[in-house]
C-alpha cells in the first residue's frame, strides 16, 4: 500500500497551510486559468488551492477536488461553503470517482505534490488522462529532491537530507518523481509536452524566510520514525544536524534554493 510520510495530525495539517501560503500564488499564475473552465484537482489536501482555482475560474466554472484523507476533507469543507462551483470529493488517486459523464470532460486536470508519494505515478497520471477532453490540459506539479540547495553550505544536514531521500525509498516512494514528469506524461499520450520549474525559496532577508525553515524541519521531523526504524542515520546525528539547520538560519546570508518541478501536456484530439 501507498504510504504518506507525513501524516495527517493537526501540525502536519498547520504545516500544509503554511505551504500553501506560501506557494499558491506561483502556482496559480503558471496554470493559466480561464473562466469557465472545469478543473479537476486530484490530491486536493486542504483545499486551499482547490479555492483559488475556483475563484480563478469563477461562477462559470467549476473545480472538483478528489482527496483520499477524511481529516484533510474535513479541512477542505471550510473553503467550499457557499461556493456552488467548487466541490469536494473522497477517492483514490488510481481510481476517480468520476461519473459517466466526467470521463474526458475537464479542460484541465491537475495533481500537485502527490506522485512522490504512490507506488505507481502512471496509474494517477493515467486517470487525469481519462478525466481529460480532448485538447484539454494535464498539469502535474512535484518534486525532485536533489534539486535543494543551502547557501552557506551546511554540511551537517548533508547526511540528514540523504536520510529523508532515504525514507521515500524504503516506503516505495519516489523522491526524483519531478525529473519523470514529462516521461509519464508521453507515456500516456499526451503531445505538446511542456516541462518548467516552479520556485521555492527564500533568504534570512525576506520576512518569510522563517516559515521555509520550519517547513524543512517539520517535514525531516515527520519522516524520524521511518529514519530510526530503518537505520538510516543514527538519531544523535539526526538531532545536530536539526539543531545546525536552526542555527543557520541566523546566518546573515543564509538562502534557501529549491526547484519544484512543472509538466503539461496536450490531450490529443
Known sequence: ????????????????????????HRCLTKM???????????GSGLGMFSRMMADAVGPSGMVVGIEKSEEQLTQASQWSSGIDHL???????????????????????????????????????RELFRATKPGGRILLLDDDHLR??????????????SAYLGSYEVLGNDPYVGRKL???????????????FVFF?????????????????AIIEQARPVILSHELLEEA???QGLKALQNWQMHPHA???????????????
Open 182 to 196: 514529462v516521461g509519464l506524461l508521453a507515456d500516456v499520450g499526451c503531445g505538446r509536452i511542456h516541462n518548467d
Open 201 to 217: 525559496g527564500s533568504n534570512a532577508r525576506e520576512p518569510e524566510f522563517h516559515f521555509y525553515v520550519q517547513n524543512l524541519c
Open 87 to 125: 466541490q469536494f470529493r473522497q477517492g483514490d488517486a488510481y481510481s476517480l470517482p468520476l461519473e459517466r459523464k466526467e470521463v474526458g470532460f475537464y479542460d484541465v486536470t491537475h495533481t500537485r505534490f502527490l506522485l512522490e508519494h504512490v507506488r505507481t505515478p502512471l496509474q494517477v497520471v
Open 32 to 42: 493559466r486559468l480561464e473562466k469557465g473552465q472545469k478543473v479537476l484537482d486530484v
Open 148 to 161: 535543494f540547495t543551502l547557501y552557506p553550505e551546511l554540511p551537517a544536514f548533508d547526511s540528514i537530507w
Open 237 to 239: 546525528l539526526l538531532d
Open 1 to 24: 500500500m501507498d504510504q504518506y510520510i507525513h501524516g495527517y495530525e493537526a501540525e502536519e495539517q498547520k504545516r500544509l497551510a503554511q505551504l500553501n501560503d506560501l506557494l499558491n
Open 255 to 269: 538562502t534557501i534554493w529549491y526547484q519544484i518541478c512543472w509538466a503539461e501536456g496536450i490531450k490529443p484530439e
